[in-house]
């Protein structure tokens, strides 16, 4: 992944984090993670999301280009809304 990312110019922002330019002809979201493929090693625990502005320009998006969504390390820790009465 750094190889990629140092090949194109991303500049890092955080712990997991990248900023860069990314250059493509028609179809983005294929043609990126095509790209990635070609370089990085995808195993099956692996996840990559993006943030990007649609074709437009007018809506930041963000999409999992490889793996899915999973329970926040948070979870469960907020309080609980119930009364309970102890005896």
């Not at 996840?47 to 948070?74: H, M, Q, S």
Request: proline residues 2%; contains cysteine; glycine residues 8%.
């Amino acid at each position: 992944m750094y190889q990629w990312l140092d090949t194109h110019n991303g500049m890092e922002c955080g712990s997991g984090t990248a900023f860069l330019k990314y250059e493509y002809q028609n179809d983005f979201f294929s043609e990126l993670k095509s790209d990635l493929q070609k370089t990085v090693e995808i195993k099956g625990t692996d996840r990559i999301y993006i943030v990007y502005n649609d074709a437009e320009n007018k809506n930041t998006v963000g999409k999992f280009l490889f793996g899915n969504r999973k329970a926040a390390p948070w979870t469960g820790y907020a309080p609980l809304n119930e009364t309970v009465e102890d005896k």
